[in-house]
């Protein structure tokens, strides 16, 4: 079975950063990061395929950046400027053209691998 463990979430006051990161327990794949606020659906953050093409939500366009190391199996989303509207559970998901997977509850997508998500609050 593949794991995914993520870490870095925590909280920051807006304007602020955070890294995120998410290790996965094999060979490299396709990765991407999500969110979810209470009362809003499973959010596409950003993703990284494993020739390194990356991409990103409008909202997050300019203030996030993904990255990977594939000799850790390891993606790390670095969030800079944050905003309050940032605040949600950030998931890390890994799997063919993940960037393709759109759940409406990112704790029941039915395709790829998912980790158990870490919170990000920002306040303002």
Request: aromatic share 8%.
């Amino acid at each position: 079975e593949v794991q995914l463990v993520e870490s870095g979430g925590g909280s920051v006051q807006a304007g602020g950063s955070l890294r995120l990161s998410c290790t996965r327990s094999s060979e490299e794949s396709d990765m991407g990061w999500y969110r979810q606020a209470p009362g809003n659906e499973c959010e596409l953050v950003s993703s990284i395929r494993s020739d390194g093409s990356t991409y990103y939500a409008d909202s997050v366009k300019g203030r996030f950046t993904i990255s990977r190391d594939n000799a850790k199996n390891t993606v790390y989303l670095q969030m800079n400027s944050l905003k309050p509207e940032d605040t949600a559970v950030y998931y890390c998901a890994a799997g063919p053209y993940i960037r393709l997977v759109r759940p409406r509850n990112c704790r029941l997508a039915a395709s790829g691998d998912w980790g158990q998500g870490t919170q990000v609050t920002v306040s303002s």
